[in-house]
Each structure stands twice: as structure tokens, then as C-alpha cells.
């Protein structure tokens, strides 16, 4: 299959699996995880409409950013880990373009990343708040438990906008009570931030579950992409 067939079926999935949750497909945005991808693939999807792109390493994110400034109307989604000490980077991104980042998980990432957008003159930063659906304090992401306070946190930083809560399922389990979960956090966070409504949940496995709990942003790469590169 080419990379137009590939997005084409996901999307008749994407939109399948919203008719039968009784949702809008439109109401969903399908992000395409195009990391350790060359950027000519990014250029490729753009030509073939695609707006919404998600990176997961910050250095091969920024030198995408820089690579394809050109490309002014893509929407770019940061969905790796943040080190406190990577807030520069991001923030300088966010200077550059639209970027929502969709790993927020601790408060001292929080207002780091206040700070750096402040120091940056960045503007306001689209975020979500990490949930962990997992019982390793280990992975990424707040403990559910955690994120009516870190929603709190971010909700006081004047760069931040809270748009909503991230995770990914956890291996071993099928995703739809974990999806179940996390939308009892989504509601959990609205309660402090009523705008807050994005779930940033599901990939190649598990995006029609997803659906089905919810989800308003999909994360999809291989099954778009085809695999992935080698990496080191
Ligand atoms: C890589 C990645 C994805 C996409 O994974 P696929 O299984 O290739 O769809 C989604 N979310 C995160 C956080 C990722 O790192």
C-alpha cells in the first residue's frame, strides 16, 4: 500500500469507529507520529493533507521544526518526555509554531516550561497533563490520583493553556478499561479547568477503543508510516 492508502483506510476506520460511538468524525483529530522518519515524509503527508504531526524526541523534533519552517500550516504535537533542562527547546519551538505538548507531568515541569516561554517571549503554550494508566510510578505520566493538583499547577502558569489529558494504554491489559479510566481523570481535570476537553489516546493497537472511550486526539504512526526506521 502507499502512504495515501494507508492514511486513507486508518481514516475509514477512525471514522467507522466514531459513527458507531455515535460521534462526530470530524470531532476527532487523527495526529500522525512520523518519528525517526525523515522529514520528506512529513512533506509527503502535508501534500496528501495532513495538518497534524507528532514528534517524540526533542532533538529530532526541533531539527524537523527548523527543517520545514516552510510548511506554515502544520500543527505540531510534542508527545515524548520533557526534561526540565529541554524547556528552552520547546519553548523556542513554540515561538516558531503551532505546537501543542502533550507530556506535561510533574508541576516542576510546569512552571519550567513558564518560565522558558516567559524568557523566550513564546506566547502561550497549548498543553495536556500526562496520566500514567499504569502501576509503574516508573513510565510517564501523573498517577490519576495526581492530576486534579497537577491541572491545578498548570492552570496557575500564565504561558500554559490546559487543553486537556494524554496517556498511553498500558501492555498487558486491553485498553478499554484503561481508556475507561482515563476518561474519569479527562473529567476529573475538566472540573478544574472546564475547557480542558482533549483526550490525546490511542495508536495503532488501540485507536477504535479509544474512540469508543472518547478520545479526541488519535496518535497514529506505523500504521500510517509503515514501520519505523532503525534507530539508535
Ligand atoms: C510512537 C508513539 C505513538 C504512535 O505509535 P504507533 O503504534 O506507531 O501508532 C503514539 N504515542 C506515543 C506517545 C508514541 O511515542
Known amino acids: 500500500m502507499t502512504l495515501r492508502e494507508r492514511l486513507a483506510a486508518i481514516d475509514e476506520r477512525v471514522a467507522a469507529a466514531a459513527h458507531a460511538a455515535g460521534r462526530d468524525p470530524a470531532s476527532i483529530t487523527r495526529v500522525v507520529v512520523t518519528k525517526f522518519h525523515p522529514p ?61 505538548l502533550h507530556t ?12 522558558a516561554l516567559a524568557e ?35 492552570a496557575a502558569c500564565a504561558h500554559l493553556r490546559l487543553r486537556g489529558v494524554m496517556a498511553v494504554a498500558p501492555l498487558g491489559e486491553p485498553p478499554a478499561p484503561a481508556f475507561a479510566r482515563l476518561a474519569r481523570v479527562a473529567e476529573t481535570v475538566r472540573s478544574v479547568v472546564p475547557e480542558a476537553s482533549w483526550i490525546s489516546a490511542g495508536m495503532t493497537g488501540d485507536f477504535e477503543e479509544a474512540i469508543a472511550a472518547g478520545a479526541t486526539h488519535l496518535r497514529i504512526g506505523s500504521a500510517i508510516t509503515g514501520n519505523r526506521p532503525a534507530h539508535g
Open 40 to 100: 520528506a515524509l512529513i512533506r509527503d503527508l502535508r501534500e496528501l493533507g495532513v495538518h497534524d504531526i507528532g514528534e517524540n524526541r526533542q532533538q529530532e523534533f526541533s531539527a524537523k521544526v527548523d527543517e520545514l519552517h516552510d510548511l506554515a500550516d502544520l500543527r505540531w504535537h510534542f508527545i515524548g518526555q520533557v526534561q526540565t533542562n529541554k524547556t528552552r527547546a520547546i519553548a523556542r519551538a513554540a515561538h516558531s509554531v503551532a505546537l501543542t
Open 120 to 154: 523566550e517571549d513564546a506566547g502561550t503554550l497549548d498543553v495536556l497533563v500526562q496520566v500514567n494508566l499504569t502501576d509503574d510510578a516508573g513510565r510517564g505520566g501523573a498517577a490519576p490520583a495526581d492530576a486534579e493538583a497537577l491541572a491545578t499547577a498548570v
Open 104 to 115: 506535561v507531568d510533574r508541576a516542576k515541569l510546569a512552571t519550567a516550561l513558564d518560565r
